[in-house]
């Protein structure tokens, strides 16, 4: 295939802008997708993509156009997730490119992840094809997103396409200027084999299928390669394209992206930013690779049902196969008996996979409340990196406690600027800059990771009437005044529902969670103390009181005092119960309560 008439090109956009729509378009286009076979978000195969109306995997399909000039072009389109939790896949998607369309709604305008895709594109060298989608909507304003992208993202704004991606306006000319302004790859096909492996997925029956871009040389079934990372060497048993589904083809040379099945057993052996070379002809040095996705939240799984431990066990090694950026390791809790801790990239992502186990492997779980990685430094000098609350180390140990902080962007109306000021200042956010743009404001602020992991996102669109659009990234550890608040019911302590929390709001979150614990309690037979403490030191409480038996009915008249007598054995008794009683915590108050 000659290298000239081939172009690698992301789709890239903040959520909800229209990457899935457009993909959908240059499908039809291209004649790629037979039209009986059609659907909405072509490349949106999951349930649950289609249902929330995201893109959570990057997907890949390849085109054949035939230009204006009169050639044909073979098109290699990487359609991109929008949403901040799965930024990773979008960087992952941009390396295997030397071109990104970056789409802009003409009535929202440049919003974060619009920004935050923009530098991704321009930190990996691509060539950035602004297009400015939803022209047809009533409040679209094509040429203030013209000056804004001038502007804001030191590009070309008279360059931009407009277009319609549902009706079609103007999308021949999107394919246009992919094959005239995205350069072609650069690369030799007669060079040894040096390929980048950029996305993976676990097939039960071919075992792991490898998403390749080649940059040297060719390959095709029967030749051995290998693992440049672990030295691995695995014979090729099929190569193809995705046209969108697989498709065999007889080889695949530099420039191409497709796929490789070579009889690799497990996803963890031919990691994402792996290069793939032939063992008999290695190439002389490897792609950099890229940086692993790191987990971000953390959230114990329990199974409803205990019987189901091994059935979940068995779910998420068989989630990890397909989404290697979230983590698990065995954990047990006396309230909950034994479960797995979970690492995620955001809350969404939690959701997702909360989802896929529920629905996919017909799983009943509870999820604890969702925490971060803090960083403590003992009295002893030693760093320590803690997920869990319940594994924190007493305070007389504790020297110094950190925790993450990112950096993050929102772009909103001004007339909301007072709003989201007030949000930042409850959860505890740093101003850092503040640009205006038109009638809207990019303002950035620094906040700690637990305060926006659980209801930020929420509370921002609710104050802004949905107009508020957030980014965010890691930005570094930082010291703080946290402490561990426990929740004791009747003095013993309850690991799942402790939580590390700034000292500040300890006696808010303790009041809230007693509050709530008390009205989901059912009485005993003896009364039940509900604290919030901090250590030693008790900041809330509330009492659920005991059932009260009428010992006394029987007595008509007579001496008060063989009522008292009476009394006082019950009273007795119920103190002596408190003492060996346990308290029945139904599994509903756990869910309530961290559904909180």
Same mark, same amino acid.
Do not use: W
């Given at each position: 295939?000659i290298?000239?008439?081939i172009?690698n090109?992301?789709?890239v956009?903040?959520?909800?802008?229209?990457?899935?729509?457009l993909?959908?378009?240059?499908?039809a286009?291209?004649g790629?997708m037979?039209?009986?076979?059609a659907?909405d978000?072509v490349? $949106?195969?999951?349930d649950?993509?289609r249902?929330?109306?995201?893109?959570i995997?990057?997907?890949?399909?390849r085109l054949l156009y035939r230009a204006?000039?009169?050639h044909?072009y073979?098109l290699?389109?990487i359609?991109?997730?929008g949403?901040v939790d799965?930024?990773?896949?979008?960087?992952r998607?941009?390396?295997a490119?030397?071109?990104?369309?970056?789409?802009i709604?003409?009535? /929202?305008?440049?919003?974060? /992840?619009?920004?935050?895709?923009f530098?991704?594109?321009?930190?990996?060298?691509?060539?950035?094809?602004?297009?400015?989608n939803?022209?047809?909507?009533?409040?679209?304003d094509?040429? #203030?997103t013209?000056?804004?992208?001038t502007?804001t993202?030191?590009l070309? #704004?008279?360059e931009?396409l407009?277009?319609?991606?549902? =009706?079609?306006?103007g999308?021949?000319? @999107?394919?246009e200027?992919i094959?005239?302004?995205?350069?072609?790859?650069? #690369?030799?096909p $007669?060079?040894?084999?040096?390929?980048l492996?950029?996305?993976?997925?676990?097939?039960?029956?071919?075992?792991?299928? @490898?998403?390749?871009?080649?940059?040297?040389? =060719?390959?095709?079934?029967?030749m051995?390669?290998?693992l440049?990372s672990?030295g691995?060497?695995?014979?090729?048993q099929?190569?193809?394209v995705?046209?969108?589904?697989?498709?065999?083809v007889?080889e695949?040379?530099?420039?191409?992206?497709?796929?490789?099945? *070579?009889?690799?057993?497990?996803?963890?052996d031919?990691?994402? #930013?792996?290069?793939?070379?032939? *063992?008999a002809r290695?190439t002389a040095?490897?792609?950099?690779?890229y940086?692993d996705a790191?987990?971000m @939240?953390f959230a114990?799984?329990?199974?409803?049902?205990?019987?189901d431990?091994?059935a979940?066990?068995?779910a998420?090694e068989?989630?990890?196969l397909?989404?290697?950026a979230?983590?698990?390791e065995p954990?047990?809790?006396?309230?909950?008996?034994y479960?797995?801790?979970?690492?995620?990239?955001?809350t969404?992502h939690m959701?997702?996979?909360q989802?896929?186990?529920?629905?996919e492997? $017909?799983?009943?779980l509870?999820?604890?409340?969702?925490?971060?990685r803090y960083r403590?430094l003992?009295? *002893?000098?030693e760093v320590?990196?803690?997920?869990?609350p319940?594994?924190?180390p007493?305070?007389?140990r504790?020297a110094e406690?950190?925790e993450?902080y990112?950096?993050s962007?929102?772009? @909103?109306p001004?007339?909301?600027m007072?709003?989201i000021?007030?949000?930042? /200042?409850?959860?505890?956010?740093?101003?850092k800059?503040?640009?205006?743009?038109?009638?809207?404001?990019?303002?950035?602020?620094d906040?700690?990771?637990?305060?926006?992991?659980?209801?930020?996102y929420?509370?921002?669109?609710?104050?802004?009437?949905?107009?508020?659009?957030?980014?965010?990234?890691?930005a570094d550890?930082?010291?703080?005044?946290?402490?561990?608040?426990d929740i004791?019911?009747n003095g013993e302590?309850v690991?799942?529902?402790?939580v590390?929390?700034?000292?500040?709001?300890a006696? %808010?979150?303790?009041?809230?969670?007693?509050e709530?614990?008390r009205?989901?309690?059912?009485?005993q037979?003896?009364e039940?103390a509900?604290?919030?403490?901090i250590?030693?030191?008790?900041?809330?409480? %509330?009492t659920?009181k005991?059932m009260?038996?009428?010992v006394?009915?029987?007595?008509?008249?007579g001496?008060?005092?063989?009522?008292?007598?009476l009394l006082?054995r019950?009273?007795?008794g119920?103190?002596r119960?408190k003492?060996?009683?346990r308290?029945?915590?139904? /599994?509903?108050a756990?869910?309530?309560?961290?559904?909180?």
């Amino acid at each position: 295939m000659i290298l000239s008439r081939i172009r690698n090109f992301s789709i890239v956009a903040h959520i909800d802008h229209g990457k899935s729509t457009l993909a959908d378009r240059l499908l039809a286009l291209t004649g790629t997708m037979d039209a009986k076979k059609a659907v909405d978000q072509v490349l $949106d195969s999951m349930d649950l993509e289609r249902e929330r109306g995201i893109t959570i995997k990057a997907h890949t399909v390849r085109l054949l156009y035939r230009a204006r000039d009169g050639h044909e072009y073979t098109l290699n389109l990487i359609d991109t997730p929008g949403h901040v939790d799965f930024s990773y896949e979008v960087s992952r998607a941009l390396a295997a490119c030397e071109g990104a369309i970056l789409i802009i709604d003409a009535a /929202q305008g440049i919003e974060a /992840q619009t920004l935050a895709n923009f530098y991704l594109a321009r930190d990996a060298n691509l060539t950035i094809l602004p297009v400015i989608n939803k022209i047809d909507l009533p409040a679209a304003d094509v040429e #203030g997103t013209r000056e804004a992208i001038t502007t804001t993202l030191d590009l070309d #704004g008279s360059e931009a396409l407009a277009i319609s991606a549902k =009706h079609g306006t103007g999308v021949p000319e @999107v394919l246009e200027a992919i094959v005239t302004r995205i350069p072609p790859p650069v #690369g030799d096909p $007669d060079a040894p084999l040096k390929a980048l492996v950029f996305d993976s997925f676990y097939d039960s029956y071919q075992g792991v299928v @490898v998403y390749v871009r080649l940059t040297d040389g =060719h390959v095709r079934p029967g030749m051995r390669i290998l693992l440049m990372s672990n030295g691995r060497a695995d014979d090729v048993q099929q190569v193809g394209v995705f046209s969108p589904d697989m498709r065999p083809v007889e080889e695949l040379s530099a420039g191409q992206v497709g796929y490789i099945i *070579a009889g690799i057993k497990r996803v963890a052996d031919a990691k994402v #930013g792996e290069t793939i070379t032939e *063992a008999a002809r290695p190439t002389a040095a490897s792609f950099p690779g890229y940086r692993d996705a790191k987990p971000m @939240v953390f959230a114990g799984l329990y199974p409803i049902e205990d019987t189901d431990y091994e059935a979940l066990r068995d779910a998420l090694e068989k989630l990890r196969l397909n989404d290697p950026a979230f983590t698990y390791e065995p954990e047990t809790s006396l309230a909950l008996g034994y479960g797995f801790r979970c690492g995620f990239l955001g809350t969404l992502h939690m959701e997702i996979v909360q989802e896929r186990l529920e629905r996919e492997f $017909d799983l009943s779980l509870i999820v604890t409340a969702p925490s971060v990685r803090y960083r403590i430094l003992t009295t *002893a000098g030693e760093v320590l990196d803690i997920e869990n609350p319940s594994k924190l180390p007493t305070p007389d140990r504790i020297a110094e406690m950190k925790e993450p902080y990112v950096a993050s962007s929102v772009f @909103v109306p001004t007339e909301f600027m007072t709003a989201i000021y007030k949000l930042a /200042q409850d959860k505890r956010g740093e101003h850092k800059a503040l640009e205006y743009h038109g009638t809207r404001v990019h303002i950035r602020f620094d906040f700690p990771l637990a305060e926006i992991v659980v209801d930020f996102y929420d509370k921002l669109k609710s104050i802004s009437k949905g107009y508020a659009s957030f980014d965010y990234e890691f930005a570094d550890f930082r010291a703080s005044d946290l402490v561990k608040l426990d929740i004791l019911l009747n003095g013993e302590p309850v690991d799942a529902l402790s939580v590390i929390v700034h000292r500040d709001k300890a006696y %808010e979150k303790g009041k809230v969670l007693v509050e709530k614990l008390r009205a989901v309690i059912p009485r005993q037979l003896f009364e039940v103390a509900i604290q919030a403490a901090i250590g030693s030191r008790v900041i809330a409480r %509330e009492t659920v009181k005991a059932m009260g038996k009428n010992v006394t009915a029987k007595c008509y008249g007579g001496d008060i005092t063989r009522k008292r007598k009476l009394l006082e054995r019950q009273k007795e008794g119920k103190r002596r119960m408190k003492q060996v009683g346990r308290v029945e915590v139904p /599994q509903e108050a756990f869910l309530s309560v961290l559904k909180s």
